[in-house]
C-alpha cells in the first residue's frame, strides 16, 4: 500500500518569500511523485512530476519539487511567493507505472499575504 | 480544445434521495476516473473506465454508488439513495490511451447531503 503525508494544513507565507510545501510519501515500490494544484472554484491541474531520471523536478509557474529517496521526501518549493501562488497544492503518488490510480495527500493551503 | 466538464457544480439534496452526477471528458480519452473529496480528507480514487468498460472499481465505497459509461463518452455517477457520509466534491479526470498518460481534471461537483 501506498500512502501521502503533507506536513501543514495550511501554510502562510509573505509575498516574495520562499515557498516550502512539504510532502513524504510511503511506497514498498520505485514511486511516482506528482503536485497538484487547485485554485478556488477550478479543478486539479498538474504541477509537475517525477517518474525517473533526474531527481530535481522543475514545472509551471516557476515551481519545482526534489525526489529524495533516502527522506521518502518530494518537498515542492518556488523561490518568491506571489499573490497568485494563493491555492491548495496536493501531492499525490502512483506506484502502477501509470497515472490512473493516484493516492493524493489531504492537502496544504497555501495563503499568500502582501 | 474544450476541458473535463461536470454537471452539475453543487447539488443539495436531503437524505434518501437519489442524485446522478455527470462527467464529460476531453473528446477523444478513452481513460475516464472518478475520485471523491470528502471534507478535511484526501481525494480517493473510484473508479476507472477505458471506453465503456469498468477497468478498476475497487474504490466504489459500497453498492450504493452506481457508475456508468454508455458508449464510451459521458459518465454518470449515480448515488441511490443518499446518505450524509456521501457529501464532499466529486471530481471526474481524463486521460489519452497509455498508462502514463497525464490526467485532465474536472471541477468537480460538490455534494451535499442534508
Known amino acids: 500500500a501506498q500512502s501521502v503525508t503533507q506536513l501543514g494544513s495550511h501554510v502562510s507565507v509573505s509575498e516574495g518569500a520562499l515557498v516550502l510545501l512539504r510532502c513524504n510519501y510511503s511506497s514498498s515500490v520505485p514511486p511516482y511523485l506528482f503536485w497538484y494544484v487547485q485554485y478556488p472554484n477550478q479543478g486539479l491541474q498538474l504541477l509537475l512530476k517525477y517518474t525517473t531520471g533526474a531527481t530535481l523536478v522543475k514545472g509551471i509557474n516557476g515551481f519545482e519539487a526534489e525526489f529524495k529517496k533516502s527522506e521518502t521526501s518530494f518537498h515542492l518549493t518556488k523561490p518568491s511567493a506571489h499573490m497568485s501562488d494563493a491555492a491548495e497544492y496536493f501531492c499525490?503518488?502512483?506506484?502502477?507505472?501509470?497515472?490512473?490510480?493516484?493516492?493524493f495527500g489531504k492537502g496544504t493551503m497555501l495563503l499568500v499575504s502582501p | 480544445e474544450a476541458g473535463v466538464t461536470q454537471f452539475p457544480s453543487h447539488s443539495v439534496i436531503e437524505k434518501g434521495q437519489t442524485v446522478t452526477l455527470r462527467c464529460d471528458p476531453i473528446s477523444g480519452h478513452d481513460n475516464l476516473y472518478w475520485y471523491r473529496r470528502v471534507m478535511g480528507k484526501e481525494i480517493k480514487f473510484l473508479l476507472h473506465f477505458v471506453k465503456e468498460s469498468k477497468q478498476d472499481e475497487s474504490g466504489m465505497p459500497n453498492n450504493r454508488f452506481l457508475a456508468e459509461r454508455t458508449g464510451g463518452t459521458y459518465s454518470t455517477l449515480k448515488v441511490q439513495p443518499a446518505e450524509l457520509e456521501d457529501s464532499g466534491v466529486y471530481f471526474c479526470a481524463s486521460s489519452q490511451q497509455g498508462r502514463n498518460s497525464p490526467l485532465h481534471f474536472g471541477n468537480g461537483t460538490r455534494l451535499t447531503v442534508t
Open positions: 499525490a503518488v502512483t506506484t502502477n507505472s501509470g497515472y490512473s490510480t493516484l493516492t
